[in-house]
């Protein structure tokens, strides 16, 4: 919960665009995990 907040407020700082493919890839790691 808290990386995933962290994760998202970095991105959010600098770039949506990258911050929106970066959740994909942790959602989809985190499935396969």
Do not use: A, D, E
Request: hydrophobic content about 25%.
């Amino acid at each position: 919960g808290s990386q995933y907040s962290c994760i998202y407020c970095y991105c959010t700082l600098h770039s949506r665009s990258y911050c929106f493919l970066l959740i994909i890839y942790v959602k989809t790691v985190s499935q396969n995990n």
